[in-house]
């Protein structure tokens, strides 16, 4: 069975930090590309950051450049996003995906989600 389990969301003052985590279970870990979604209050779920299997190469959308950057522990079955001047419009629950193709098919994951609130 396989698990994404988010933690590290909270509530967090503009310019402030978080560093979410997404430790997985029950897949081939390195063989999956990771990403971070997220879905604030009344919109759509937005790709954040991901990356590739290896870590070799990441990619953010244009809000978070400069500010977020994902990582991966390939030996702990982990995906971090560092979060740094945070902002209150980043508020929003956060989504680990491992996503793979097999056999020609899209296989992909979703954690339950961490929500983080930026706010004064």
């Known amino acids: 069975q396989v698990q994404l389990v988010e933690s590290g969301g909270g509530l967090v003052q503009p310019g402030g930090s978080l560093r979410l985590s997404c430790v997985a279970s029950g897949l081939t870990f390195s063989r999956y590309a990771m990403s971070w979604y997220r879905q604030a209050l009344g919109k759509e779920r937005e790709l954040v950051a991901a990356?590739?299997?290896?870590?070799?190469?990441?990619n953010y959308v244009d809000s978070v450049k400069g500010r977020f950057t994902i990582s991966r522990d390939n030996a702990k079955n982990t995906v971090y996003l560092q979060m740094n001047s945070l902002k209150p419009e980043d508020t929003a629950v956060y989504y680990c995906?491992?996503?793979?193709?097999?056999?020609?098919?899209?296989?992909?994951?979703w954690g339950q989600g961490t929500q983080v609130t930026v706010s004064s």
């Open positions: 995906n491992a996503y793979r193709t097999l056999g020609g098919y899209d296989v992909d994951y």
């Open positions: 990356i590739t299997t290896a870590g070799g190469s990441t």
